[in-house]
């Protein structure tokens, strides 16, 4: 039979409004998050990270939320612009210093 | 520092042929990452070293697919004989490692594999 491509999740949101992407992470003894934008053509780019032993963290225009008792990760953009249309992943440590497991990703779409 | 350099960007070989693809991580970086990108699987690890060592292998597909990292700025990723569904895009990265106990990786800009 023909093989069916990966389905991602899709978010769409109007220019302007705040974004927030979702992501389920599997292992508990992961200590350490980074969410990751990655642009059509290009490499995945790191937009911020956050340790377990916090809940918040704050950037640029961008938001991260940890709830571990739950183990649900958010990323919210706030005033959501065209050029932040892409496939956003989140990935986790496994509570490991060397390696990050990568979630399927979101994709963010702008309608300006 | 220019990032993480990969070569060729763009690669189209023929089933059977030997693919070889080049990475050079950030200068200083003592972790250096093998990804692959396809829309049945998403971004699967393949193979990561540390401090030029190989760490874990396990997600490497098959015999076919092997990494080597002679020095800590160049390693490279070679598929023997390769097939149609290698067809890919294989991502390099790299991380600082031993300079922070946790840290992010930083991507190359991809090869983009096709095996005809």
């Known amino acids: 039979g023909e093989s069916v491509g990966l389905h991602l999740p899709t978010l769409s949101v109007q220019e302007g409004d705040n974004s927030i992407i979702n992501c389920a992470y599997s292992?508990?003894?992961?200590?350490?998050f980074i969410w990751y934008k990655q642009e059509s053509g290009k490499g995945p780019q790191f937009i911020i990270d956050?340790?377990?032993?916090?809940d918040k963290r704050q950037g640029q225009r961008v938001t991260v939320l940890l709830n571990k008792t739950v183990k649900h990760l958010s990323l919210q953009i706030a005033a959501t612009q065209p050029g932040d249309s892409a496939v956003y992943f989140c990935a986790e440590n496994g509570g490991s210093q060397g390696n990050l497991i990568f979630g399927k990703g979101t994709k963010l779409s702008v309608k300006p | 520092d220019a990032g993480v350099i990969q070569s060729p960007r763009h690669e189209v070989t023929e089933m059977g042929q030997e693919v070889t693809l080049r990475c050079k991580p950030i200068s200083g970086h003592d972790y250096l990452f093998w990804y692959r990108q396809t829309m049945m699987r998403g971004l699967e690890l393949l193979i990561y070293?540390?401090?030029?060592?190989?760490?874990?292998d396990s997600g490497m597909p098959e015999d076919r697919f092997s990494a080597k990292m002679p020095n800590a700025s160049f390693s490279t990723l070679k598929i023997q004989p390769s097939e149609p569904r290698d067809s890919a895009v294989y991502f390099c990265?790299?991380?600082?490692?031993?300079?922070?106990?946790?840290?992010?990786?930083?991507f190359g800009p991809g090869t983009r594999l096709t095996v005809t």
């Open positions: 070293f540390n401090n030029n060592v190989p760490i874990d």
């Open positions: 956050i340790r377990s032993n916090m």
């Open positions: 292992n508990s003894a992961s200590d350490y």
């Open positions: 990265a790299s991380s600082e490692g031993a300079r922070k106990v946790f840290h992010e990786q930083y």
